[in-house]
């Protein structure tokens, strides 16, 4: 079982930046491939990062290629987003998500609302 709490939400004007943080609980944390997603009012769960167990592997939705950066640290249990050059349209809830690769087990936080004001 692992347990994923986000934090580093918040409103920000556009143009800002913000950094999420996902901390995971429990010894297996570099076993799962992480990613962040998100979710806008009225809008499906959309995916927005991806990072390989080990971080030598990322991949990124098109609009935020370029303005956003996925990064994990194995040793504090914890992935990051780091979103620069925000636009209104970044405002939703973000999820953490951790993926046993190859097996049908996942995880998802809480979300954390970020909120870009034009």
């Known amino acids: 079982q692992v347990q994923l709490v986000e934090s580093g939400g918040g409103l920000v004007q556009a143009g800002g930046s913000l950094r999420l943080s996902c901390a995971a609980s429990?010894?297996?944390?570099?076993?799962?491939?992480m990613g962040w997603f998100r979710q806008a009012p009225g809008k499906e769960r959309e995916f927005v990062a991806a990072?390989?167990?080990?971080?030598?592997?990322?991949n990124y939705e098109d609009s935020v290629k370029g303005r956003f950066t996925i990064s994990r640290d194995n040793a504090k249990n914890t992935v990051y987003l780091q979103m620069n050059s925000l636009k209104p349209e970044d405002t939703a809830v973000y999820y953490c998500?951790?993926?046993?690769?190859?097996?049908?087990?996942?995880?998802w936080g809480q979300g954390t609302q970020v909120t870009v004001s034009s």
């Open positions: 998500h951790a993926d046993m690769t190859g097996l049908p087990i996942e995880y």
């Open positions: 990072i390989s167990r080990g971080g030598g592997t990322t």
């Open positions: 429990g010894r297996t944390f570099s076993s799962y491939a």
